[in-house]
């Protein structure tokens, strides 16, 4: 007898085994709180770049547009214990920078993410198929320290195309806090406005490769009730793109050459932050 698809579970492919597993959806349908999970150290790099270029990155027609200023982050984030990887861990690697979107019926401000590599399956397909995360694979592993100084690094398949320095960091107060740096979209921030991370989402029609499937903006907002931050450090960093041809990364060489060409034009620190607790992204939404 063939199989039904029920309505009120998610599924992925390949659906001929049951409901798909992962991060919103455990064994016979259990939840994930995301209180005690992930542990989570995060580090970021940011710096004033060219506007042009970063609006190269935007796709056109889709209510995007620039945040008042052209600052690129890239951040490193290394999590363990995760509740619905059975404890499991995994790394990241994302670039975004500040947009605002405005469309027909929602006003959003936030940072676009560009792309997000990450070092495990699991987590990329559900990523982008559940989610519209710009995922894709790459090799990350765990930094090293000597001296004070913190080294980053990613690859694919050997060849290494990120550089991640840190080096002065000096831990934060956290009980008295410094203020923040001004958000670049702080006068647009009025109830009217969705605070948080912003995606497109894209996915090519099966034999009609030029015509979407799912064409649209997604957003991951800000609330996080579970996320705990236990120490944090700021100071100086640094983060270098290697240049790449076709023979090095065969399908990411242009993302990677992008970023080798942004300019850097001063860099706005850095920081390092280690956490606790999290969500499991069940509120992602269209934004239109």
């Known amino acids: 007898m063939a199989y039904i698809l029920d309505p009120n579970k998610m599924y992925m492919m390949p659906t001929h085994f049951g409901p798909g597993l992962g991060p919103r959806q455990g064994p016979d349908g259990r939840k ?22 970063l609006d190269a990155l935007i796709p056109d027609g889709m209510g995007l547009e620039l945040g008042e200023e052209p600052i690129v982050t890239v951040y490193a984030t290394y999590m363990t214990e995760i509740e619905w990887l059975a404890g499991r861990g995994y790394n990241v690697l994302g670039v975004s920078f500040p947009v605002i979107f405005n469309g027909k019926q929602d006003r959003a401000v936030g940072s676009f993410l560009t792309v997000l590599w990450e070092n495990l399956t699991d987590p990329i397909l559900t990523g982008r198929e559940q989610l519209g995360f710009s995922k894709i694979y790459c090799e990350l592993p765990e930094p090293t320290v000597l001296d004070g100084e913190t080294h980053c690094i990613a690859s694919w398949l050997g060849f290494k195309f990120m550089d991640m320095h840190f080096d002065n960091m000096k831990p934060v107060d956290l ?24 995606h497109y989402k894209y996915m090519p029609r099966t034999g009609e490769w030029g015509v979407a499937d799912a064409n649209y903006i997604v957003m991951t907002p800000e609330a996080t009730p579970n996320y705990k931050v236990q120490e944090s450090w700021e100071g100086e960093g640094a983060v270098q793109f290697h240049k790449a041809r076709w023979e090095d990364l065969p399908t990411q060489y242009s993302i990677v ?4 060409e942004l300019e850097i034009k001063e860099y706005r620190g850095a920081t390092i932050t280690m956490s606790v607790g999290g969500k499991d992204l069940s509120d992602q939404r269209i934004i239109r």
């Open 32 to 53: 994930f709180e995301c209180i005690d999970s992930p542990k989570v150290t995060s580090r970021s790099v940011s710096f004033l770049s060219n506007r042009e270029q």
């Open 257 to 260: 050459n992008a970023f080798h």
């Open 175 to 198: 009980k008295n806090p410094s203020d923040p740096p001004a958000d670049q979209n702080a006068e647009n921030q009025d109830s009217d406005f969705l605070t948080g991370i912003l």
